[in-house]
């Protein structure tokens, strides 16, 4: 098939959770022989890696993509505006939008593969008539809507209402890009329902057969990772320290370390006073950086780092803290397939199909978090039983080659 697949961020390197996904895609797609044409916003920083991506056969247009607050403030006006989202104003941007028209004027595509939910906007919509009408897949990395909903009970007062507002206007959107798009990829079993809901939430006057019908035009696909890259970890006997990481910029991971740090960690110093947290990931909040100035002895922030594997060597377990978000965390199936004992949240371990006490250790309050850290910290056998188990549960359900292969049978189906 012929793709034009629209990216809001280049995939490469698959250093954050929603690159991680978009590049086994692509990877998967042009192993299988179709003709991608890929158009992604690209920060300037990016463009050392265009050649990596080129290198998997695809033609690639990469969009230059600058962010700011100012420039916020002015998409965020503009929302009020529109009524729609500011995530959606945000990268409605001119020179995207060209592009994509301008290639659906010149190439005929069987598909438009939109990566996330603020690339369906440039997909013709149905009423437009470019040439012949491709196939239009939304691939929701996660329910978007459901996200601003948990961030609601975190958020501070005053921001309250304008996450309420646009969890509103992210559901309406959303839920008509599922109705309308040809079809819809979901992560997880859980935020295919949620879709649906911001679907039906806009579907009035529809007959609930209708409804039904169309609930064959969404699919769960979960994340996939390379489990033959991601080598298992060769931890350091008797170690102290405590792992965590992500996209530090991203109001819910920074939500959740920020609870662990103020919340779990002092409950595992009390205990462990040896035990020490290193927290990895661009961008990290000041409140981070001035902790770990404070006290260098038991907490290290890093930033950014290119290659993991020291710091997973060097850790007993990792933490994925998570108490808002959708879709699934790629961190949680990174560590798996490093073989890395875990323990997070009952809303970090949404979609994943792992065992709690088995695969995993869950907890939801700081007590009981800094319980099971410890606990796992003072058994080494137990570390060894999540390792090994983790490791396997990667292996056999997670790893790209397999999971995408459902990525066949749709596209022809679709196709047809």
Known sequence: MNILFLTQILPYPPDAGPKVKTWH???????????????????????????????????????????????????????????????????????????????????????????????????????????????????????????????????????????????????RYEGRIVRTFEHTFAVTDIDRQLLLEARDSTNTGISRSAMQRGEDRITTIPIAVDTAQLKPAVRAPGSMNILTLGTLHYPPN?????????????????????????????????????????DPESVQVTGYVEDLAPYFDRAALTVVPVRAGSGMRV????????????????????????????????????????????????DPDLQSRLAENGRCLAVEQYDWQQVLSRLDSLYRNDAQ
């Open 25 to 171: 895609v692509l990877r998967y797609l042009a192993k299988q022989g179709h003709h991608i044409t890929l158009a992604s916003f690209i920060r300037k920083e990016e463009d050392k890696y265009l050649e990596n991506v080129r290198a998997l056969g695809i033609e690639l247009f990469p969009i230059p993509i600058r962010r700011s607050r100012a420039a916020d403030a002015a998409y965020l006006l503009r929302s009020n505006l529109s009524g729609l989202p500011f995530l959606i104003e945000r990268d409605n941007l001119p020179a995207m939008r060209s592009l994509v028209n301008r290639l659906l004027s010149e190439r005929q595509y069987d598909a438009i593969h939109a990566d996330q939910l603020t690339m369906t906007q440039f997909a013709p919509s149905g009423e437009q008539s470019i040439g012949t009408m491709p196939m239009r897949i939304f691939d929701a990395h996660n329910a978007t809507w459901s996200i601003m909903e948990r961030m609601q009970t975190t958020a501070r007062w005053f921001l309250k209402p304008l996450i309420a507002m646009e969890q509103q206007r992210i559901k």
């Open 254 to 294: 920074a939500d959740g370390i920020r609870w662990f740090i103020n919340e779990v960690f002092p409950m595992v110093r009390r205990e462990l006073p040896g035990a020490s947290l290193t927290i990895i990931g661009k961008n990290p909040p000041a409140d981070f950086v001035q902790l770990a100035q404070h």
């Open 331 to 378: 961190r949680i199936l990174e560590a798996f397939s490093r073989a890395m004992p875990v323990v997070t949240t009952t809303v970090g371990l949404e979609g994943i199909n792992a065992q709690p006490g088995r695969d995993v250790i869950v907890a939801d309050t700081p007590a009981d978090f800094a319980s099971g850290v410890v606990r796992l910290m003072k």
